[in-house]
């Protein structure tokens, strides 16, 4: 039971580029999640996904996309990648509404 | 959302017991209060979540106040890996907002020998 995976695990893009940030869970959880963490402070929620084929913005969900076409993966995509998106990203999953999140590594991605 | 507040950091000494504050006056009745902390470089690890009574885990303790407005994580005997940052958060039961959690600045628990 490997969790919740994240790779890549680090990332350097340049200003414009493209990337997705993959996410899967082995735990057949309904509810995942996209958070950014900048240095110093909380996580911020990006997008949410109650189930495959339901997703919903976060509290900052601009210059992202996600799809959930699996219960297994929901994977983050960067459309053309800012400065200001520099960050530690965490996808998270859960089993049920109000059950505890289960956290992966993070993908520390840098945009230059 | 219903917002929380806590201290920005704490100190304990080893071995002691921490009881790091939360204070949610704001909280609405389906609002389950859940506790994450965040070790150095890693992502957040589930703690305890409770939602009128005082709960326990192998982990840790939540005493909840009988208004709700404000609880309480109790580590019976910190060590230094349990230094890290402490985040409470609430978490509504409904399906739509219970995805989300909503994390604050957290509490910088420092443990020393």
């Known amino acids: 039971n490997a969790g919740v995976t994240q790779t890549p695990k680090f990332q350097v893009l340049k200003t414009g580029q493209s990337m997705t940030l993959q996410c899967a869970q082995d735990m057949n959880h309904e509810y995942m999640s996209w958070y950014r963490q900048d240095p110093g402070m909380g996580l911020r929620l990006i997008h949410y996904?109650?189930?495959?084929?339901?997703?919903d913005q976060g509290e900052v969900p601009n210059g992202y996309n996600v799809s959930r076409s699996t219960t297994e993966d929901f994977p983050l995509r960067l459309l053309s990648a800012a400065p200001s998106q520099t960050s530690v990203y965490f996808c998270?999953?859960?089993?049920?509404?109000?059950?505890?999140?289960?956290f992966g590594p993070g993908t520390r991605l840098t945009v230059l | 959302d219903a917002k929380t507040t806590q201290p920005n950091s704490m100190e304990s000494n080893e071995e002691e017991p921490v009881h790091l504050p939360c204070n949610h006056s704001t909280i609405s009745g389906t609002d389950y209060i859940h506790w994450y902390r965040q070790l150095p470089s890693q992502g957040p690890e589930y703690v305890i979540h409770?939602?009128?009574s005082n709960v326990n885990n192998r982990m840790a303790s939540l005493a909840i106040a009988e208004d709700r407005k404000s609880s309480t994580l109790i580590l019976h005997r910190a060590t230094l890996r349990d230094a890290a940052v402490y985040y409470c958060i609430l978490r509504g039961a409904n399906t739509g907002t219970a995805s989300k959690l909503t994390f604050g600045t957290g509490t910088r628990l420092q443990v020393t020998l």
């Open positions: 409770g939602l009128t």
């Open positions: 996904s109650v189930g495959a084929g339901i997703t």
């Open positions: 998270a999953s859960s089993s049920s509404v109000v059950n505890e999140q289960f």
